[in-house]
């Protein structure tokens, strides 16, 4: 008997085990989820419809942009260790501030836990938020305290965020008091990094406009790097991450000037 799983939550799982194997067959997926056959077949037809991956004879390959699944469809992965992190990183952040987030599954997790800090209920504004986010500046918007400021740009729509050169203009016309920065990938002689070429530009841009930055990562983010560079370590001011990072990977980028907070 098929076990009764949703849809969304199928999708999710298939495009998780499509990312970390880079192929999957319909048998082995269905022995996975404990479905039919026939489900995974029509999930498989379904997703390769929206080109979030490829078919292929008895299964699926992973799809060229799949590197870095839609918002919609990432599971939560790490998703208590984010929501930590986010909480952390909130309370890095006073009320009145001007805070730059970029795109990400953890920044969002951040803006939600701004969201709902008693001390940012109210105020003119009680916080300025400056996003290149989509997904982030429609869940802050409904707050009437908070100030959205959008960048300009393309949306992108791996995830959600606007890139190219129309997003400069609003850039270099603002300051802000913290930029939290959302990475694939950080690493102390590396620094910063992203798969985009395009979205780590605007988000070297946030730093560049920022009196100090926050690096919001998993511990297991650390110590690797992606092929676009962000930023430098030395523009790092802080990084909050969960406790299962390695202690030398603390003490090295302590060692660099980076205050290491874990959660």
Known sequence: MEVRMSRDARWKALLE???ERGRLDVEEAAAELEVSAATIRRDFDRLAEQQMLVRTRGGAVVHGVSYELPLRYKTARRASEKQRIAQAVA???APGEAVGLTGGTTTTEVARALAVRGDLASGSPALTVVTNALNIANELAVRPQFKIVVTGGVARAQSYELIGPLADGVLSQITLDVAVLGVVALDVVDGATAHDEAEAAINRLLCERAERVVVAADSSKLGRRAFA?????????TLVTDTAVEEETVRRFEEAGVAVITV
Request: hydrophobic content about 55%; aromatic content about 0%; charged content about 25%.
């Open 91 to 93: 309370d890095l952040i």
């Open 17 to 19: 085990l499509l990312v």
């Open 229 to 237: 560079r962000i930023c430098g370590t030395e523009l790092v001011d």
